[in-house]
C-alpha cells in the first residue's frame, strides 16, 4: 500500500527503484498510508513513556499529564466510559427486572429498547452533544450518556435472560418453602442471573468506550476520539493506529478487570471454581 509513493517518488528523479530499497522505504515512510508495526509500537512509546519522561514534558509535569501524551487522552476517555459505564449498567438492570415482573413493561418498553439500538451512533452522538451544550451541560457528562446508550442494551437482555433462567420445577420449589416474591428474587433469580450479568457486562463495558470515542469526535475536549480525529486531520496515519491500538488495549484492559471481578463472585457463590 506504501509502494506507490515510493515508485512515484522514484519516477520524478527519473530513476529505477530497486525492489529492495522499495521495501525498506516503505517501512520508514513519515506519513505511510499503511504503518508498518514497529512504527506503531514506536508511536505508542513516545506517545506515552517518552513524552511524559523527558525534559519539559516530564511525567507529571506541574501536576498534571502533557495535553500530547496517550496516557492524557486515555484518561478522559476512561473516566467518560466508566460513568457512562456505571450509568448504563445500572439502567439496564433496573429495566430488566421490571420488564420481569411487569408484563406491560415486558410488552412495551422491550420493543422500543431494541429499536433505540437501531438509531447509528455517530448520527445521534452529535445530537446529544448540541441538545446537551444549548442547556448548560458539557464536558463528561454528554459523553458518559452516549457510553450509557450503548452499554445499557446488553445488560438488559442478558438480565432479561439471567432472571428468566430458573426452570420451572426450581420455581415450584420456591413456592413449596413459601418463600416469598423478595426471596424468590434474592435466592433464586439474582443468583441464576450473574453469569448472563457479567457476560453483558463485558460486552457493555466495550460498547461504552466506542459509545465515548464517538462522542469526543465532536466536542475536542481530549481524549482518544479527538486524537483519531486529529490525526485524520493532518494526515497522520501513524498516530491513528497508535490511538486505535490505545483504545484496544484499553478494552482489553477493562473486559480483563470485569472478567477477574466475574471469576471472584461467582467463586463466593460457589458457581466457579
Known amino acids: 500500500m506504501n509502494a506507490q509513493w515510493e515508485y512515484d517518488q522514484a519516477s520524478r528523479a527519473g530513476r529505477d527503484l530497486p525492489f529492495g530499497e522499495m521495501v525498506a522505504n516503505t517501512m520508514a515512510q513519515e506519513r505511510p498510508v499503511l504503518p508498518a508495526p514497529h512504527q506503531v509500537v514506536a508511536e505508542l512509546w513516545r506517545s506515552t513513556v517518552v ?7 516530564g511525567l507529571w509535569r506541574s501536576g498534571s499529564l502533557s495535553n500530547r501524551s496517550l496516557v ?26 421490571g420488564i420481569v415482573y411487569n408484563k406491560a413493561m415486558d410488552t412495551s418498553v422491550m420493543p422500543w429498547a431494541i429499536a433505540s439500538q437501531t438509531i447509528p451512533i455517530i448520527a445521534l452522538a452529535p445530537m446529544i452533544i448540541v441538545v446537551l451544550n444549548s442547556v448548560g451541560i458539557s464536558g463528561l457528562v454528554p459523553k458518559a450518556i452516549i457510553a450509557a446508550y450503548l452499554s445499557f442494551f446488553p445488560v438488559v437482555v442478558g438480565m432479561v435472560k439471567g432472571l428468566r433462567a430458573p ?27 450473574m453469569p448472563y450479568l457479567f457476560a453483558s457486562l463485558k460486552v457493555g463495558i466495550a460498547a461504552a468506550l466506542v459509545g465515548t470515542i464517538v462522542g469526543e469526535l465532536p466536542v475536542q475536549e481530549g481524549g482518544l476520539g479527538v486524537r483519531l480525529l486529529s490525526g485524520s486531520y493532518y494526515g497522520q496515519t501513524i498516530q491513528i493506529w497508535a490511538a486505535l491500538f490505545a483504545a484496544a488495549i484499553l478494552a482489553a484492559g477493562l473486559v480483563g478487570i470485569v472478567a477477574l471481578i466475574e471469576r471472584r463472585v461467582l467463586k463466593r457463590m460457589g458457581m466457579a471454581q
Do not use: C, W
Request: aromatic share 6%; no cysteine.
Open 51 to 57: 513524552e511524559e519522561a523527558t525534559g519539559r514534558r
Open 72 to 97: 492524557y487522552h486515555g484518561l478522559i476517555t476512561l473516566s467518560a466510559t466508566m460513568l457512562g459505564f456505571v450509568i448504563g449498567t445500572g439502567g439496564g438492570i433496573l429495566l430488566a427486572i
Open 167 to 193: 426452570d420451572a420445577m426450581q420455581l415450584d420449589l420456591m413456592k413449596t418453602y413459601s418463600a416469598s416474591g423478595n426471596d424468590v428474587f434474592a435466592k433464586l433469580r439474582l443468583p441464576t442471573s
